[in-house]
């Protein structure tokens, strides 16, 4: 299952790289996170309960960043397993400094499913996984004013 | 956590705490112990749950009990009246409309509504209309001849469409299965 | 022999009486029993194709409200007496153990890993979310000709190659090659099906602590043979196992194996000592329930130039899935029999290599490898016909065999007892008008629409089994016909129907053979602890065989009823005769005579008889037919192609077929549209796919495509009536004879209409967006199942060119 998609920050690309980078806004922004452990440098342990019809369930895995390159691009890697089955994935992000206030996230990612997750097939995760990458970056969007605001 | 539903099932009105969670079909067969209403899938594709809400079809699979609040449902058990088949259930009976059985009585409730809604269908609108139930073992051919027998029969005067009874109390609650 | 009698139930279209309770709610199907205090099991299946269980943490399940019990595959073990078994043919290695619980490796989606107990369902299926389960995952083997090659990843360690077994029958055709004129090859494909009984499986145990004995109600096809395989699954001796199937909402052979979680069940039901209830999900049996087909068929013939076959060669890949289910290599062994179809060949050989792949096992599925072999039989005469320049009625017409060569043996391994081959096809072709049909379609093509007709003359083997032609166990099946005091009469049949009418056609013959109202009998099935060891219902055997034991009960009761009549009217029993439900002596006048319900009443409370004749009247009777049975027809179809979208209409579909006796032609019918549908969905729509990663992509009822009433044409049946002495009712089976035909009948009718484009052969299932592919980007578009030409030729070698 591949999906893909852009996000537009009214922000400047550092702190938009920041926040991203952050493990604390990264917790904050992983749909139903219940448990979030560091477990080496940019690794982390974690639970997740995700409620969508029938993939509603408690996800326990893995996610981690690598390839950072600062500003301009890292990738996200995925994985988890529940009852109604796994998931494998990695995310590339792309970073666009588009002006001083505004910056394009361009994703990319590719996901493997297993179980009763691939017996619903792509066409039904598909639009599931979409919301959940624009929730993520809505998330991380509100965690960064927050901070702008904050400051 | 619990929520209370009243609603009227096959004339007899009934009052009872449901998890808000409990899908219509499992309340019909779990609660009120009316088991005809079959499961067949878990996609809503099969229909074998079908029941008439408020004269309506409804796979009944796709609506939780605590949504049914003042519903007038009829179950398969409700459809023959003193012991006199509705015409649709005599038109299976007839015309050999079952093997197995599992799917016959959404199929049954589905075949109310279609011939509520159209009184001399023809072959190609009976077998639109009953596009959405899933029959294993008949092929069809004898669902679409029965529920014809049906329509012949019921235009006829034969037994029209029960209403529901006289509201009666609760009976007998049974004791609910999660 | 059945009487005739003036009740005249037999032959007729009598109502089924099974209807009643289920056409107002009033069934019993397992999911609707629920004995006070029952509790839920839930099962933790792997999401993973192949993976070496690493470890499960069950702690946390445990722990969580309602939980009584979690199993992992090694707590379970403690309890097993031995794996679920499969029966092994050929050259078989080794049975792999299929333990309920997976131990050591996954190796199919859904295999189980784990289950739970809980008082609710909601808590069984939380608390399996809690269980944590590590897999290292392992490379997945799917393609089945890959499988067999050197190196390629193993399933089961002890077995090399994945090689099931191999199954070898029929004789030498290299001659007939060699000598060929004319030959035909090609490489088909039988995809996988689901078989989709509309009720999913259901377990429920209760295990007894006063006597320590089990009842197991569940969604079998045999509860019988269930019963035996349970005891060695679970230790619990044979006595003591009381297996029920009430009613059963279809099976297709999904419901013949012994399954993991009806084990489980009851080993779980003895541990936390209340009834243990685990009802399937619809998308949980997509990967728990066994799957159909998934062959992969290499096939040549050879003709002489004038269009008589003189040999076939068949090599057949055939998928088990991970495990061997009970029957999964009997399903080609009944493909490989009965593979020359109707046609006199001298020469066939036919080869199965059955191979283990990461999929869910396969099994019987309605025709259970007689479709297969017709399929490939039939589209491969209508190749050969195309290269001959022949019509393939023709072809076929000049290949029958002949009504004076019966019994015929097929060189396989089977002898045909009777058959008119001919005289099925000739009515066919006049129902159908075939030769306007011809010209409607020559017309069209003028138009630029693409119509085309399709066949099949099908021969298919069933009513199993006489024993000397089983392959495991002896193939009968028995009755106990009780004539009760009040002169009503109960049967208890050890065939289990669900869905096929035998609590009416059985009624029928014992109402007619004591001249009884039907109302007056009881036909009672599906209980162990009712009726005498039954082999149960599949392979269309219910009434070829459990009728044959019905006949032969009624005949005991008739015989002892006559000595009770011979007493009472003191003469002697040669003398007394049975008519129109009355015992009188033969040649007296007078007009003395005892009705049977008068009997019946002697039989239980006469005191004068005490010293003479036991009391009772009542029979238990096997039957093991001395042959199966060999139903026939032909089968006919007019389709059009939609140029624009690529849809395939059925225009017209006739069929007849023989199975001898028809006992009520209404169920008869019945049974033939429900088998033609399956057969002409697997032509059509139906199709398990998996990832590369062994993931089932079709695995719910929005991706696997089940027909529904829109798409299906109306269909036109008649019949010949060939009578078969296999059995006393002179019946063939007709359950399956639908599916077997229907298939190739589509794919050729397609093929056909598709002719002007070059096509010669299209991979089911024919849905709208393969068609559509072909008929705009040309033949070679999408892969005819054939593939490559190459590989097929590969296959066979050079030496028949
Ligand atoms: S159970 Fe299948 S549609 Fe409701
Ligand atoms: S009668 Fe069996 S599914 Fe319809």
Not at chain 2, 32 to 53: F, R
Not at chain 3, 173 to 196: C, D, G, K, S
Not at chain 3, 726 to 737: D, Q
Not at chain 3, 756 to 784: F, T
Request: charged residues 20%; contains cysteine.
């Amino acid at each position: 299952m591949e999906i893909s998609g852009d996000y537009t920050f009214k922000a400047p690309v550092e702190k938009v790289w920041a926040i991203l980078m952050n493990s604390e806004a990264l917790k904050n922004s992983l749909p139903g996170c219940e448990k979030f452990e560091e477990i080496g440098p940019d690794s982390y342990d974690m639970t997740m309960k995700v409620g969508v019809g029938p993939i509603k369930g408690t996800y326990t895995g893995r996610i981690s960043m690598a390839d950072k390159d600062e500003l301009k691009h890292y990738k996200l890697l995925v994985s988890g397993q529940g009852s109604a089955g796994f998931l494998n994935g990695e995310g590339l992000f792309d970073l666009t400094s588009k002006g001083p206030e505004e910056t394009v996230v361009n994703y990319k990612g590719r996901a493997n499913v297993g179980g009763t997750l691939a017996g619903l097939g792509a066409r039904m995760l598909a639009p599931v996984a979409k919301k959940m990458g624009n929730d993520f970056f809505k998330s991380m969007d509100k965690q960064l004013q927050a901070e702008t605001e904050s400051v | 956590m619990k929520k209370t539903v009243k609603l009227t099932v096959n004339g007899t009105t009934y009052e009872r705490d449901v998890e808000p969670r409990t899908l219509l079909v499992h309340f019909l067969r779990d609660n009120l112990g009316l088991t005809g209403t079959h499961i067949g899938c878990d996609t809503s594709q099969c229909g074998a749950c079908t029941v008439l809400v408020n004269g309506q079809s409804l796979k009944s699979c796709t609506a939780f009990a605590v949504q049914m609040q003042g519903a007038e449902i009829t179950t398969i058990e409700g459809l023959a009246k003193e012991g006199e088949l509705h015409p649709i259930q005599q038109g299976f009976w007839e015309m050999h409309g079952l093997q197995c059985g599992y799917c016959t009585p959404g199929m049954i409730m589905q075949s109310v509504q279609l011939l509520d809604r159209n009184a001399n269908p023809s072959e190609e609108e009976i077998r639109h209309g009953i596009e959405g139930n899933l029959c294993r073992c008949t092929g069809y051919q004898n669902i679409v001849k029965s529920i014809q027998w049906a329509a012949q029969h019921k235009n006829q005067g034969a037994t029209e469409v029960p209403e529901a009874d006289a509201p009666q109390v609760d009976p007998k609650p049974i004791s609910p299965v999660p | 022999m059945l009487t005739a009698n003036p009740t005249g139930y037999v032959g007729s279209r009598i109502k089924r009486r099974e209807d009643p309770r289920l056409v107002t709610g009033n069934g019993n199907f397992t999911d609707d029993l629920t004995p006070v205090g029952t509790v839920y099991l839930h099962m933790l299946r792997s999401p993973y194709a192949h993976a070496k269980i690493g470890s499960i943490n069950t702690a946390a399940a445990k722990a969580m409200p309602g939980v009584l019990a979690v199993f992992t595959g090694e707590d379970l073990k403690k309890d097993l007496a031995g794996p679920i078994p499969g029966v092994p043919y050929g050259t078989v290695q080794t049975v792999p153990a299929y333990y309920p619980i997976a131990t050591d490796k996954v190796r199919f989606v859904g295999n189980i890993v784990a289950a739970v107990v809980a008082e609710t369902r909601g808590q069984a299926r939380d608390a399996a979310e809690a269980i944590e389960v590590q897999y290292d995952v392992l490379p997945v083997v799917l393609d089945m000709e890959k499988a067999v090659k050197d190196g390629s990843p193993l399933l089961h360690d002890e077995i090399a190659n994945n090689i099931c077994t191999e199954i070898e029958l029929g004789n030498d055709v290299t001659e007939a090659f060699n000598t060929a004129e004319v030959t035909v090859e090609h490489r088909f494909v039988n995809q996988r099906l689901v078989p989709n009984a509309l009720e999913n499986r259901v377990a429920l145990a209760e295990f007894h602590q006063g006597d320590e004995s089990v009842t197991l109600t569940v969604t079998s096809q045999n509860p019988h043979i269930l019963r035996t395989l349970l005891s060695g699954e679970i230790g619990i001796a044979e006595h003591k196992i009381r297996v029920v199937a009430p009613d059963v909402g279809g099976g297709f052979g999904s419901k013949i194996a012994t399954y993991a979680e009806e084990v489980i069940a009851c080993i779980a039901s003895r541990k936390v000592k209340k009834p243990v209830k685990w009802t399937e999900t619809r998308s949980e049996s997509f990967v728990a329930t066994i799957h159909g087909r998934d062959n992969i068929d290499y096939i040549r013939m050879s003709a002489t130039k004038d269009g008589k076959i003189t040999g076939l060669d068949i090599t057949a890949y055939a998928n088990m899935g991970a495990y061997m289910s009970l029957l999964g290599p009997t399903v080609p062994v009944l493909c490989g029999v009965i593979v020359p179809g109707p046609y006199a060949i001298p020469n066939v050989h036919f080869k199965a290599i059955c191979v283990y792949t990461n999929t869910t096992p396969t099994d019987a599925y309605r025709g259970a490898g007689r479709p297969e072999a017709t399929y490939m039989l039939e589209r491969t005469m209508n190749m050969m016909a195309e290269k001959l320049g022949m019509d393939p009625m023709e072809l076929r017409r000049k290949n029958f065999i002949q009504p004076d060569q019966f019994p015929y043996f097929n060189i396989v391994a089977l002898n045909y007892d009777s058959g008119n081959y001919e005289a099925a096809m000739d009515k066919a072709l006049e129902i159908f008008g075939y030769n306007e049909m011809r010209k409607t379609q020559e017309e069209a093509r003028k138009n630029g629409k693409y119509i085309g007709i399709g066949q099949s003359t099908y021969v298919e083997v069933c009513g199993l089994g006489p024993g000397s032609g089983m392959t495991i166990s002896r193939g009968y099946d028995c009755a106990v016909v009780r004539a009760e005091l009040t002169g009503k009469v109960t049967v208890f049949t050890g065939v289990a129907p669900h869905g096929q009418g035998q609590e009416t056609t059985f009624a029928q013959i014992v109402a007619d053979e004591f001249n009884v109202p039907i109302e007056d009998v009881t036909i009672k099935h599906g209980d162990t602890e009712m009726t005498p060891y039954g082999m149960g219902t599949y392979g269309s055997r219910g009434t070829a065989v459990g009728g044959g034991a019905l006949m032969l009960a009624i005949g005991s009761v008739k015989d002892k009823a006559k000595k009770i009549a011979a007493f009472q009217m003191e003469a002697n029993e040669e003398d007394i005769v049975f008519e129109g439900g009355k015992f009188s002596v033969k040649g007296a006048s007078g007009g003395k005579s005892i009705s049977f319900q008068e009997v019946c009443l002697k039989a239980y409370i006469d005191p004068k008889m005490a010293p003479v004749i036991e009391p009772g009247l009542e029979a238990t009777r096997y039957f093991e037919p001395g042959n199966f049975v060999y139903p026939f027809g032909t089968h006919l179809a007019a389709v059009e192609v939609d140029a624009e979208t690529g849809n395939v209409k059925i225009l017209k579909y006739v069929c007849v077929d023989d199975c001898g006796k028809q006992l009520n032609p209404m169920i008869v019918e019945g049974q033939i549209h429900g088998g033609l549908t399956q057969g002409i969905a697997q032509a059509l729509y139906e199709e398990a796919v998996y990832d590369d990663n062994g993931q089932l992509v079709s695995g719910t009822l929005m991706d696997y495509a089940l027909p529904t009433a829109a798409e299906l044409p109306h269909y036109t049946l008649d019949h010949t009536v060939t009578p078969t002495t296999v059995n006393p009712l002179g019946v063939k089976g007709i359950g399956e004879a639908g599916t077997i035909a229907s298939t190739p009948v589509i794919v050729n009718a397609v093929v056909d209409a598709l002719k002007p484009l070059g096509v010669k052969d299209i991979q089911m299932p024919l849905r709208p967006e393969k068609v559509w592919k072909i008929i705009h980007n040309g033949a070679s578009a999408n892969g005819s199942a054939g593939a490559d030409a190459s590989v097929v030729e590969q296959h066979f070698g050079e030496d028949n060119k």
